[in-house]
């Protein structure tokens, strides 16, 4: 039952007559922020009274008067200006709740008509360690991919690796000159890494060594030039300190850019055999490109050594979403639309889309400074072609209505681009979505990184966090031992507990962050009991398991109790326990998880309310203690199926 949404149809019927577009004002019904206000509250009648030219309360109490309500609610009442407060019947919460516990959806109904849904996550590059980014994208994707699927929708997810990019060329150039035979028998993929990092490091030092002296120069002349300006510009005249301030500025981003420059060349120049091998590779960024154009135009030997390759990246990446239960409905990574590229690009063409420019083949796209580039002037498809041929692909695959892109916000100009694109190309009408995400930063700020400096390897990432949680786990244990509990857990029990609470915190801590902002990795504050945690959520969980099993009842003994909604936590406890549909669609709406993690949380914090105010196995009434362990199995079960929507298991007894 979505409440939300059958309080606006009823509504949507009582605005009809008043309100010129009934739907505009049906955002502007919420559940109420402050129990004193009710469950919910309709604050439309503000800006349609300015709207009509008639007072807000007028208009709100004839609305009001037209209301056909009374079945789920009091009396509705008109409040200040004119806010319309609800309050829903306690019997009709009752009746709800009874039949929530007696769902295996709890009550969430299937969305009709189903939407087709291609989901686009985790995406990450192969042969390239995975990193923090993309543990970000695959959380979010798989919670999303989940919450459409629970919600009826005909959803399907695929991982667009990366692996027909750049990097191979890279990698195959590596593997010709600077392989490690014995280090690729042990590791092949970590081998791999290393050539790649290898051949970018010696790339960039030809780039950065070819660039110094021009920097240099640069940045010499901008520091002339504020000298210069400084002296003759007039102090008292308003624009001086602007014009200062600019030229400042830029010398300072000269002098950056200069010092990273240095840095770069240094790094090599600092070890004479790493020296040694650049200097005896002085073309290495353009043969590696020239090893990659290879590959792409089909030659015997990059194919092969590709073929060798690929296998081995896809075990390694497997077993990171073993670890993290992550799973997709098919995986076409780009080297799949290998076949569509030329076509892609002659479509475009014919619908007079795709144009010559420097001998590149580029889309002009207004509001934007550089074209979109689908061939490049030595022939070479890019990033664009790749996605464009994709998402023709999606269409008359699967029928696709929606593709859900999670992808980096910085990936931002990209996507409009593509967008623009595909509106233009003809194909059949989709909605695509960007749903971008922030950065994950370290504690100083920056982008995350572990200490040797690399962007953080995911594995020992989430290492630590199993560790920490482990910590968590045995501190909470020896409590419970000082308090002369019973049922301590056996180490190897913890160990499993703690990689449960381990990669959940993780999952949790990304998950509650509204997804378009950056935040701050961190261990301990992620994995914390109290607070807006997945650990916190666990203990919930386990909690409303534990009363169940003290109390001697088995869930399914529980079927077809009557629930009595009467102390005013148990009340609460009802409404919060009912709005999971309304919660459900709400992540959907804009593809937001936060909105489930935050619901949860309000959930659990009712549910502590609700156990500190009531007794539960100890109420001496057998039918109010019977309905309150029910509502208590039923709060587990919503907890429990959140948590799962989100990724994240759940543990009986911790
Ligand atoms: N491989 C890309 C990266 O790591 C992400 C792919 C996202 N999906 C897409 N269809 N472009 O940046």
Sequence with gaps: ?????????????????IAPDPAACLPM???????????????????????????PRDVAQSVVDRLKIDDLCDAPEVAGPGFINLRLRNDWLAGEVSRAADDARVGVESASPPRKVVIDYSGPNVAKP??????????????????????????????????????????????????DPAAYERDPVAELARLYRLVN???????????????ARQAEQQAADLK???????????????TLKKLREDLKGSQEELASTKRKVAAVEADADLLKVASAHPQIARLARDETAKLHAGDAENNQLWQQFIPQCLTALQGMYDRLGISFDMTLGESFYNPFLAETVASLRQKGLAVESDGAQVVFLEGHRAPFIVQKADGAYTYATTDLATVKYRLDQFGAEEILYVVDTRQGEHFEMLFKTCGRWGLAPVRLKHVNFGTVLGKDGRPYKTR??????????????????????????????????????????????????????????????????????????????????????????????GILRKAGVASDSLQGTPVVVGHPAERALAVAILRLSETLEGVVQDYRPNVLTSYLFGLASAFSSFYDACEVAKEPDPAIRASRLRLTDLTGRVIRIGLELLGIQTIDRM
């Design 1 to 17: 039952m979505n409440i939300l949404a059958l309080l606006q149809s009823r509504f949507a019927a009582a605005l009809e007559g």
């Design 29 to 55: 019904i919420r559940s109420a922020q402050d129990p004193k206000f009710g469950d919910y509250q309709a604050n439309f009648a503000m800006s349609l009274g300015k709207q009509l030219g008639k007072s």
């Design 130 to 179: 995975m990193h923090v980014g993309h543990l970000r994208s695959s959380v979010i994707g798989a919670a999303l991919y989940h919450i459409l699927k629970f919600l009826g929708h005909d959803v399907r997810s695929d991982n667009h690796i990366g692996d027909w990019g750049t990097q191979f060329g890279m990698i195959i150039y590596g593997f010709k000159h600077f392989l």
């Design 201 to 215: 490091q010696l790339g960039d030092f030809h780039e950065a060594k070819g660039a110094l002296a021009n920097l």
């Design 228 to 242: 210069t300006q400084e002296a003759k510009l007039d102090p008292k005249d308003k624009n001086t300190g602007k």
């Design 452 to 545: 040797s400096g690399d962007t953080v390897g995911l594995e020992s990432l989430l290492d630590e966090a199993v560790e920490e949680a482990l910590r968590v786990v045995e501190a909470n244990e020896a409590f419970k031992k000082e308090k002369g509990a019973d049922d301590l857990l056996d180490d190897a029990e913890m160990r499993r507990i703690a990689g449960i609470v381990g990669i959940g915190g993780v999952k949790y801590a990304d998950l509650r962050i509204s997804r378009d902002s950056d935040y701050t990795f961190d261990l301990k504050t992620m994995l914390a009991k109290e607070g807006d945690t997945a650990t916190y959520m666990q203990y919930a969980f386990a909690r409303t398991r």
